[in-house]
Each structure stands twice: as C-alpha cells, then as structure tokens.
C-alpha cells in the first residue's frame, strides 16, 4: 500500500510538472506571437503613415494647382515669385516632362543592364567553372556596393566627355548634360543586381529539366534558352522589374550627368530630369511647407508611389501567370 502510495504520488507531481511546463510553452509561444503581429502591423502602419502623409500634402498642392494642370502640364517651372507683381507667380507644374525624362533614362539604363546581366548571369550558372565563378561573383556584388555619388561622378567626369567628344567628330551636338551619358552609367550600376538575382534564378531551376532536355537531344545553348530561361522566368521577371523601379528611384546620377532642366524632348543626347531629381531640387535648403512649390514635391512623391504600386502589381501577375505554367 505505501508503495502504491508513492507512485500516486510521483506521477501526481510529473503531471504536475509536465501541465507547468505546458503552460509555459503556450504562454512563450503566445508571446512570440504577439510580438510578430506587433512587428507586422508596425510595417503596416509605417507605410499607411507614408501614403497618408504624401497623399493629405498633395491634396493641399492641388487646392492651388489643378490635378489636370499637374498630370497634362507640358511645362514644370515651381520657381513661384514672391510677390503676385512678379513675372510667372503662378509657376508651371506640369509633369509630363519630368515623366518622360524618367522614362528616357530609364529606357537607356534598363537597354544597358538587361542584356549584359541576363547574358552574365547566364554564363556564371551554366558555362562558368566553380573557381572563376567564385571569384567573379563576388566582384560583381561589391560592384553593386558602390556609392551611387560615385558613379555620378564617373559619368559627369568621363562618360559625358567622351560622348561629347565622340559626338562632335561624328557631327552629333551632345549636351554636356545628358539623359544618354546618365542612362548608360545607370545601367552599368543595375548590371550587378540583374547578374546576381539572375544567377540564383537560374541556379534554383531543377537538374532533372536540364538533363532531360539534354536526353531528347537538344544542344545546351537551345536547353537555355527552350528550358532553362522559360523555366526561371518568374525570378527573371522580378529582378528586371528590381531594376526598373531602381532606375526609377536613382538621384544622384540624373543630378550629376543629366541636370534638372525639365526638357520635354525624346532626344537622349540633351539635358532632361527626373522624378526623384526635382524632389531633391525642390526640397533643399530651408523651405516651408506652404506653397505650392514645396507642396508639389508631395504630388511627384505620390505620383512615384503609384507608379511603384503598378509596377509591383504587374511583377505579380507576371510571376502568377508563369507559375502556372510551370509547376
């Protein structure tokens, strides 16, 4: 009887033991929860701060400057006078060419990039060997490390000395500033991110696609390109896209080598701005908040913003419509 006793007993207390530790556990993990969902509505909430803070100054800008003037304007001119007797008081805020001026440079960058970083990435999964791959990949990934004033400077110091002096023994009247010597040095900075996403892209593709497109006789020059490219397309699509919306958003670049003259032309050889350079411009120095010039720095913000949201929505559907096919 004692002994039955004490084995009541001890298994009272290892049920004991074992309910206290239960209930720690869910306590800890009830913690743990809480704190993601702390950390994940702090992003939410961060963001719906950023759209509502651009969105109410915006609304304040077009209290003075008509939405249609904004998005049809042909002409960006925020230099306002102080005093209503002054020539131009009202300013011109038309953005359409500050948007074409994104466009061109972004156009010429994403020409740069696109090619010499899928084709990189291409050559560092399929042909490279393990040593130089090693070594390259590296390079490649420090090279995308490198301060963005750093490349402005190389572009205003020599890549547009050397197209105007290239232009003018061609009989080309180049611009000492200009969204072609800008765009090249732009796309040059986004190869690294196109070669590197590009490369895990490919890399993650199965083995098993590879070798049975090499059974059925293919060469490996058609496997990549048949095979391997529609397969990764998904990740291809996302790191183009990457570059696109960071050619979007560079500043330092279009400041140096291409200017902050609001030129609404096609032409990649004369002077153009951006976006993002006029916020700059617009923003420097002390400035109150309550005239439509400081104002509109708001409206390009917003306008930005939109334009990100609808190039992270067509990545989406990009990626979506690809998965499909090859799951």
């Given at each position: 009887?004692?002994?039955?006793?004490?084995?009541?007993?001890?298994?009272?207390?290892?049920?004991?033991?074992?309910?206290?530790?239960?209930?720690?556990?869910?306590?800890?993990?009830?913690?743990?929860?809480?704190?993601?969902?702390?950390?994940?509505?702090?992003?939410?909430?961060?963001?719906?701060?950023?759209?509502?803070?651009?969105?109410?100054?915006?609304?304040?800008?077009?209290e003075r400057v008509g939405i249609e003037k904004f998005l049809f304007g042909l002409k960006w001119s925020p230099q306002t006078a102080l005093r209503a007797d002054q020539v131009a008081a009202e300013g011109a805020f038309g953005v359409i060419p500050l948007v074409t001026g994104t466009l061109l440079i972004s156009f010429i960058a994403m020409c740069v990039a696109?090619?010499?970083?899928?084709?990189?990435?291409?050559?560092?999964?399929?042909y490279a060997g393990k040593t130089f791959r090693d070594w390259i990949k590296p390079m490649l990934e420090i090279l995308a490390g490198i301060p963005t004033v750093v490349y402005g400077f190389f572009a205003a110091l020599v890549v547009a000395p050397m197209l105007r002096a290239g232009g003018e023994q061609a009989g080309l009247n180049i611009?000492?500033?200009?969204?072609?010597?800008?765009?090249?040095?732009?796309?040059?900075?986004?190869?690294?991110?196109?070669?590197?996403?590009?490369?895990?892209?490919?890399?993650?593709?199965?083995?098993?696609?590879?070798?049975?497109?090499?059974?059925?006789?293919?060469?490996?020059?058609?496997?990549?390109?048949?095979?391997?490219?529609?397969?990764?397309?998904?990740?291809?699509?996302?790191?183009?896209?990457?570059?696109?919306?960071?050619?979007?958003?560079?500043?330092?670049?279009?400041?140096?080598?291409?200017?902050?003259?609001a030129n609404l032309t096609a032409n990649p050889l004369e002077a153009v701005t951006t976006i993002t350079a006029q916020i700059v411009a617009l923003l420097t120095g002390d400035q109150e908040f309550d005239s439509a010039k400081t104002l509109s720095a708001f409206a390009l913000g917003l306008l930005l913003f939109a334009v990100t949201l609808c190039l992270n929505v067509l990545a989406l559907r990009i990626v979506r419509k690809y998965r499909e096919e090859y799951d």
């Amino acid at each position: 009887m004692i002994a039955a006793g004490t084995q009541t007993c001890a298994s009272d207390k290892t049920d004991a033991i074992n309910l206290a530790d239960t209930k720690r556990n869910r306590t800890f993990e009830t913690l743990v929860m809480v704190a993601l969902a702390s950390c994940s509505m702090v992003a939410i909430l961060v963001t719906a701060g950023i759209v509502l803070s651009l969105l109410f100054e915006a609304l304040r800008f077009f209290e003075r400057v008509g939405i249609e003037k904004f998005l049809f304007g042909l002409k960006w001119s925020p230099q306002t006078a102080l005093r209503a007797d002054q020539v131009a008081a009202e300013g011109a805020f038309g953005v359409i060419p500050l948007v074409t001026g994104t466009l061109l440079i972004s156009f010429i960058a994403m020409c740069v990039a696109v090619p010499l970083g899928l084709l990189s990435a291409v050559y560092l999964s399929e042909y490279a060997g393990k040593t130089f791959r090693d070594w390259i990949k590296p390079m490649l990934e420090i090279l995308a490390g490198i301060p963005t004033v750093v490349y402005g400077f190389f572009a205003a110091l020599v890549v547009a000395p050397m197209l105007r002096a290239g232009g003018e023994q061609a009989g080309l009247n180049i611009s000492s500033e200009s969204a072609l010597a800008a765009g090249i040095v732009m796309g040059v900075m986004i190869i690294p991110l196109i070669s590197s996403l590009g490369s895990d892209v490919i890399n993650a593709v199965p083995q098993s696609l590879r070798d049975a497109s090499l059974g059925l006789g293919a060469t490996p020059a058609e496997t990549i390109r048949k095979v391997i490219l529609p397969a990764a397309a998904p990740g291809i699509s996302g790191a183009i896209l990457l570059g696109v919306s960071r050619a979007i958003g560079e500043t330092m670049i279009v400041v140096m080598a291409a200017g902050l003259a609001a030129n609404l032309t096609a032409n990649p050889l004369e002077a153009v701005t951006t976006i993002t350079a006029q916020i700059v411009a617009l923003l420097t120095g002390d400035q109150e908040f309550d005239s439509a010039k400081t104002l509109s720095a708001f409206a390009l913000g917003l306008l930005l913003f939109a334009v990100t949201l609808c190039l992270n929505v067509l990545a989406l559907r990009i990626v979506r419509k690809y998965r499909e096919e090859y799951d």
